[in-house]
Each structure stands twice: as structure tokens, then as C-alpha cells.
């Protein structure tokens, strides 16, 4: 289970796409945040996985979903995230900063878009 609200808003966005996307959420249960690698312009969280996942594992083994535009008013950043998969089941989500440095925490106040074409366009927000 993922801890990270944060990084678990962002993946909730980036699954609600194609039929991939979709079964590849339910690997969520099985998926918990391995490693954080901060950059300095942006981050990369390795998954792990527990028993059950392959009953979940998508059809293309080397999957890539990305369309969510990152934003926050406590740093000046704009990023973007691409999930990644290995062997059809997640494997780790880059988050990259169009421009600034990426802060070296977790975002508490943030925007997330979906931004791919003919998206929902579904928006998770934490600011005020």
C-alpha cells in the first residue's frame, strides 16, 4: 500500500486512462514505495510488490503512462510524472520538473492535472 499521499494522488491520476491503466490500478494494493531518489530536478520512486500482483499484470510488459501536470504554490516548480512498468506490473514513477529544483520532501499543498489527450481532465487538489 502506498504511504505517500502525495505519490499515491499521483498515481491515481496517471491509472484513470486507458484499459491498461485501469487493470494496472488495481496493483495499487500490492505496491508500496521502495526508495526515494530527489534529483534536484525531480524524483524517482522505486516500487516493491507483494504476493498477488500478477494477477493484475498488464498485457505490454514495458508499459509507460505519463499526462499529469504537477504544480505548487510552495515552490516555484512545474512537473510532470511518468509511471513505468517492467514485466507488465509497476515499477517505478519518475516525477520531472519543467523548470526549478525539485524539493527534496514530499508536496503536502499541489495540484495535480490530468493533461493527455481526450483525458477526463480529473484534478486533484490540496491548495487553498
Do not use: R
Not at 87 to 101: A, T
Not at 102 to 119: A, H, R, V
Request: net charge negative; glycine share 8%; hydrophobic share 35%.
Amino acid at each position: 500500500m502506498i504511504k505517500s499521499k502525495y505519490i499515491n494522488d499521483i498515481l491515481e491520476l496517471i491509472l484513470d486512462g486507458d484499459e491498461d491503466g485501469i487493470l494496472a490500478k488495481n496493483q495499487l494494493s500490492f505496491v508500496t514505495e521502495k526508495d526515494f531518489e530527489y534529483t534536484g530536478g525531480g524524483l524517482i520512486v522505486d516500487f516493491e510488490h507483494s504476493d498477488g500482483i500478477l494477477n493484475f499484470e498488464v498485457s505490454k510488459p514495458d508499459l509507460i503512462l505519463n499526462g499529469v501536470l504537477i504544480e505548487t504554490k510552495e515552490f516555484p516548480i512545474e512537473a510532470d510524472a511518468t509511471l513505468f512498468f517492467k514485466n507488465g506490473v509497476v515499477s517505478y514513477l519518475d516525477i520531472w520538473c519543467h523548470y526549478g529544483d525539485y524539493p527534496k520532501q514530499d508536496l503536502t499543498k499541489y495540484t495535480l492535472t490530468q493533461i493527455w489527450e481526450n483525458s477526463p481532465k480529473k484534478v486533484i487538489t490540496t491548495e487553498s
